[in-house]
């Protein structure tokens, strides 16, 4: 929690509203969800939202804010999401997998690098002798 909030410049009890903060936003988003997947109508929907985004950009942390826009350019593909089921989370992987393939190794993001062989599923195991050291290996 050090690299968001700077407790020497801060006074004790502003952690405390810090978290508070963050926990009424998340559990405005989830009211939001939940409206949401129970089918209600979109006044009751639409109050739901306004009150999660109002919540979150009235904060003054920006990770919150940030969440509250991403929600808020997204809702249309969430709010699809939950009344079909459907998502195009698997065409988007698969495209991901398109475009960091294309580059060269040097490139790719360090979490996208593909690697061939064995050693990425199953990691080679020692041989009994290496775990138990060099008085296992004497015959």
């Given amino acids: 929690m ?6 020497e410049s801060h006074p004790a009890g502003a952690f405390h509203v810090l978290l ?16 949401a997947r ?10 739901a939202r306004w009150k999660f985004l109002t919540w979150c950009a009235d904060s003054d942390i920006p990770e919150v804010r940030t969440l509250a826009a991403t ?10 999401f939950i009344e079909t089921g ?4 698997k ?14 190794r040097d490139q790719m993001p360090h979490d996208f ?18 775990l138990l050291g060099p008085a296992a290996r004497c015959h």
Avoid: C, M
Wanted: aromatic share 6%; hydrophobic share 30%; glycine share 6%.
């Fill in 20 to 35: 508070r903060t963050v926990d009424i936003a998340k559990e405005n988003l989830r009211t939001l969800l939940t409206v």
């Fill in 113 to 130: 690098q593909i690697r061939s062989g064995r050693e990425h599923h199953q990691p080679r195991r020692k041989q009994p002798s290496a």
């Fill in 91 to 104: 065409s988007e992987g698969i495209n991901r997998v398109i475009n960091h393939t294309s580059k060269p």
């Fill in 38 to 47: 129970t089918g209600a109508d979109r006044h009751q929907v639409g109050h």
């Fill in 2 to 7: 050090n690299q968001f909030f700077d407790h």
């Fill in 71 to 80: 929600v808020d350019r997204w809702w249309p593909e969430i709010a699809a």
């Fill in 86 to 89: 459907y998502s195009n989370a």
